[in-house]
C-alpha cells in the first residue's frame, strides 16, 4: 500500500509538473470510486492512492504573486495524499462584490492552471459555497486563511463551513498581496506611464493627456541627459585614474633611469673615474716618448755657448775699456726669442756669436 501510494505521487507530481492543470468539466466530478466522508484526523493519517483526499481552494488570484503560490502550497500539502481543486471567481463577479481587477478572468484562469501545486481549476467559481456545489465537485475539505471574510452581507463567508469541520486553515504570507502591488503602482504612477511611453505605448494607450505626455516625455529627456553626464563622469574619473597611474609610472621609470645616468657619469668622469685614469697614462706615454728641452731662444742658457768661453780668461780681460771695437755685426746678439726659428738655427746662430767673441779676446 505504502509504495503504489509513493508510486502514485511520484507519476501525479512528474505528469502535473509537465502539463498544466485541468479545467473541472460542468458536470462535476465523474469519478466511479465511492466518495465516503472523511474527518480530519483520517485524512492526516493518510488514505488510499485511489482515493485522495479532495480540496479545495477559491479566490480572485488577480496579479497571481508568490502569496497565492505560498497559500495554494499550504493547502496542498496540508493532508499526505491530497488532490487540489482550486476555484477562480469570474470577473462578473469580482466586479460586484470586490472590485475591477487588472487581469481578465481567462487570465486569471490561466495562471492557476500552471502553478505546481494546482491539480484542478474550476472556472466561474461561487462567491459563496453551498452543499450542491460541494457535492457536485466531492469535495472533503475547504482551505482559506483563517481570518473572516466579510462579504456579500456576511461578516464570513466560509463560516458554515468550519461549522461543518470541512475547514482547514492556511497562513497568509505578510507584505505581499494584490492590495500591495496595486498601491505601488498608484503611488508611482507618473514612474510607470514614463516607463510605458519610453518602450513604445502611446498616450492614449495609458489614458494620460496631452500636456501631461509633454512633460513626461521631457522629463524622460532631463533623465537621459544625466544619465548621459553620469556615464561622462564616470568614464572620466576612469579616465583620469589611468592616467595618474601611468604618470607615476613613468615618474618612477624616469627616476631610476637618471639615478642610473648619474651612477655612469660619475664612474666615468668622477675623480677616481675611468676618465682621469685613462689621462695619467696617456700623460706617462707622452712624456716618455718626448723628453724635456730648454725654451727657445734662450742663448745664455745653451750649453754650446757655456763651452766656448775660455776657462782660463778673467773678468778683467773682459772689461769694456780692453776690448777693441768690433764691428756691429761680429757683436750682434742671436736672433729674438719672439722670432720664429727652429732649435737648428738658434744653435748656429749662438755658436757664430761665441766664435766671434772668443776672437775678440784673443
Given at each position: 500500500?505504502?509504495?503504489?501510494?509513493?508510486?502514485?505521487?511520484?507519476?501525479?507530481?512528474?505528469?502535473?509538473?509537465?502539463?498544466?492543470?485541468?479545467?473541472?468539466?460542468?458536470?462535476?466530478?465523474?469519478?466511479?470510486?465511492?466518495?465516503?466522508?472523511?474527518?480530519?484526523?483520517q485524512a492526516r493519517r493518510g488514505t488510499p492512492a485511489h482515493r485522495p483526499v479532495r480540496v479545495y481552494a477559491d479566490g480572485i488570484f488577480d496579479l497571481f504573486h508568490s502569496g497565492h503560490a505560498r497559500a495554494l502550497m499550504q493547502a496542498k500539502n496540508v493532508f499526505p495524499n491530497t488532490y487540489l481543486i482550486v476555484g477562480v471567481c469570474s470577473d462578473e463577479l469580482t466586479h460586484k462584490f470586490k472590485g475591477y481587477t487588472v487581469m481578465t478572468e481567462d487570465e486569471r484562469y490561466e495562471a492557476l492552471?500552471?502553478?505546481?501545486?494546482?491539480?484542478?481549476?474550476?472556472?466561474?467559481?461561487?462567491?459563496?459555497?453551498?452543499?450542491?456545489?460541494?457535492?457536485?465537485h466531492k469535495i472533503d475539505f475547504v482551505a482559506h486563511d483563517d481570518i473572516p471574510y466579510t462579504s456579500a452581507g456576511s461578516e464570513d463567508v466560509y463560516k458554515h463551513i468550519k461549522e461543518a469541520g470541512m475547514f482547514v486553515a492556511t497562513q497568509r504570507t505578510e507584505g505581499i498581496s494584490t492590495s500591495d502591488l496595486i498601491t505601488r503602482i498608484v503611488r508611482?504612477?507618473?514612474?510607470?506611464?514614463?516607463?510605458?511611453?519610453?518602450?513604445?505605448?502611446?498616450?492614449?494607450?495609458?489614458?494620460?493627456?496631452?500636456?501631461?505626455?509633454?512633460k513626461y516625455r521631457i522629463q524622460n529627456?532631463?533623465?537621459?541627459?544625466?544619465?548621459?553626464?553620469?556615464?561622462?563622469?564616470?568614464?572620466?574619473?576612469?579616465?583620469v585614474?589611468?592616467?595618474?597611474?601611468?604618470?607615476?609610472?613613468?615618474?618612477?621609470?624616469?627616476?631610476?633611469?637618471?639615478?642610473?645616468?648619474?651612477?655612469?657619469f660619475l664612474q666615468l668622469f668622477g675623480p677616481d673615474g675611468a676618465w682621469h685614469v685613462i689621462q695619467e697614462r696617456s700623460g706617462r706615454m707622452l712624456q716618455a716618448l718626448s723628453p724635456y728641452s730648454s725654451p727657445r731662444g734662450s742663448p745664455s742658457s745653451s750649453p754650446t755657448r757655456r763651452r766656448s768661453v775660455s776657462?782660463?780668461?778673467?773678468?778683467?780681460?773682459?772689461?769694456?775699456?780692453?776690448?777693441?771695437?768690433?764691428?756691429?755685426?761680429?757683436?750682434?746678439?742671436?736672433?729674438s726669442p719672439s722670432s720664429p726659428s727652429s732649435p737648428k738655427k738658434c744653435a748656429r746662430s749662438s755658436l757664430k756669436a761665441a766664435s766671434s767673441y772668443s776672437r775678440h779676446v784673443q
Amino acid at each position: 500500500h505504502k509504495l503504489l501510494f509513493t508510486l502514485n505521487s511520484c507519476t501525479s507530481g512528474v505528469h502535473a509538473l509537465r502539463e498544466p492543470a485541468a479545467f473541472a468539466k460542468s458536470t462535476g466530478c465523474e469519478s466511479e470510486i465511492p466518495h465516503e466522508k472523511l474527518t480530519i484526523a483520517q485524512a492526516r493519517r493518510g488514505t488510499p492512492a485511489h482515493r485522495p483526499v479532495r480540496v479545495y481552494a477559491d479566490g480572485i488570484f488577480d496579479l497571481f504573486h508568490s502569496g497565492h503560490a505560498r497559500a495554494l502550497m499550504q493547502a496542498k500539502n496540508v493532508f499526505p495524499n491530497t488532490y487540489l481543486i482550486v476555484g477562480v471567481c469570474s470577473d462578473e463577479l469580482t466586479h460586484k462584490f470586490k472590485g475591477y481587477t487588472v487581469m481578465t478572468e481567462d487570465e486569471r484562469y490561466e495562471a492557476l492552471r500552471h502553478c505546481r501545486y494546482v491539480d484542478e481549476v474550476v472556472r466561474d467559481a461561487p462567491w459563496t459555497l453551498t452543499a450542491e456545489f460541494l457535492k457536485k465537485h466531492k469535495i472533503d475539505f475547504v482551505a482559506h486563511d483563517d481570518i473572516p471574510y466579510t462579504s456579500a452581507g456576511s461578516e464570513d463567508v466560509y463560516k458554515h463551513i468550519k461549522e461543518a469541520g470541512m475547514f482547514v486553515a492556511t497562513q497568509r504570507t505578510e507584505g505581499i498581496s494584490t492590495s500591495d502591488l496595486i498601491t505601488r503602482i498608484v503611488r508611482d504612477y507618473d514612474v510607470y506611464v514614463r516607463r510605458n511611453l519610453q518602450r513604445g505605448y502611446t498616450a492614449r494607450e495609458l489614458n494620460v493627456g496631452f500636456i501631461n505626455e509633454n512633460k513626461y516625455r521631457i522629463q524622460n529627456q532631463v533623465d537621459k541627459m544625466k544619465e548621459t553626464v553620469r556615464t561622462v563622469e564616470e568614464k572620466s574619473k576612469h579616465f583620469v585614474y589611468r592616467v595618474e597611474e601611468k604618470s607615476q609610472d613613468l615618474i618612477h621609470k624616469w627616476e631610476e633611469k637618471s639615478r642610473e645616468f648619474i651612477g655612469n657619469f660619475l664612474q666615468l668622469f668622477g675623480p677616481d673615474g675611468a676618465w682621469h685614469v685613462i689621462q695619467e697614462r696617456s700623460g706617462r706615454m707622452l712624456q716618455a716618448l718626448s723628453p724635456y728641452s730648454s725654451p727657445r731662444g734662450s742663448p745664455s742658457s745653451s750649453p754650446t755657448r757655456r763651452r766656448s768661453v775660455s776657462p782660463d780668461s778673467s773678468p778683467a780681460s773682459a772689461s769694456p775699456s780692453a776690448s777693441p771695437p768690433s764691428s756691429p755685426s761680429s757683436l750682434s746678439p742671436p736672433s729674438s726669442p719672439s722670432s720664429p726659428s727652429s732649435p737648428k738655427k738658434c744653435a748656429r746662430s749662438s755658436l757664430k756669436a761665441a766664435s766671434s767673441y772668443s776672437r775678440h779676446v784673443q
